[in-house]
């Protein structure tokens, strides 16, 4: 399985997350080796937006052929909305990965 270095990577991530939005996307990208990929953005707040929904939009991006996750961020967020203290507000989590399909 091939790395990508870090800029490729904040690079690729940054794109997905101007893409995506809060929907389950997968956008056609290349990797650092010249190998086309598949940039995953399932970000959101509520509980279909999660970890599962990634994997899941990779098998159904790539299919029987398998996938190798080439970057995975951070399962960071915040709320957004609401009160200071964070009542009624909506908590956003930001979860992408970038994969390649096996061949």
């Known amino acids: ?3 990508m ?3 490729a990577v ?3 991530l940054a794109t997905v997350a101007a893409l995506g939005g809060c929907a389950n996307t997968a956008t056609l990208t290349y990797l650092p080796s010249g190998e086309t990929g598949f ?3 399932c970000s959101g707040g509520d509980a279909s937006t999660s ?3 990634c994997y899941k939009k990779a098998g159904e991006t790539c299919g029987a052929y398998g996938y190798d996750v080439v970057s995975k961020d951070a ?3 915040a709320t957004a909305g ?3 203290g964070g009542i009624f507000g909506a908590n956003i989590k930001n ?3 970038v994969i390649r399909c096996k061949q």
């Open 1 to 3: 399985m091939k790395m």
């Open 82 to 84: 609401g009160s200071v």
């Open 51 to 53: 970890w599962a929904e």
């Open 95 to 97: 979860r992408s990965m």
């Open 75 to 77: 399962d960071s967020g």
């Open 10 to 12: 904040i690079a690729a």
């Open 39 to 41: 940039a995953i953005n």
């Open 5 to 7: 270095n870090g800029a």
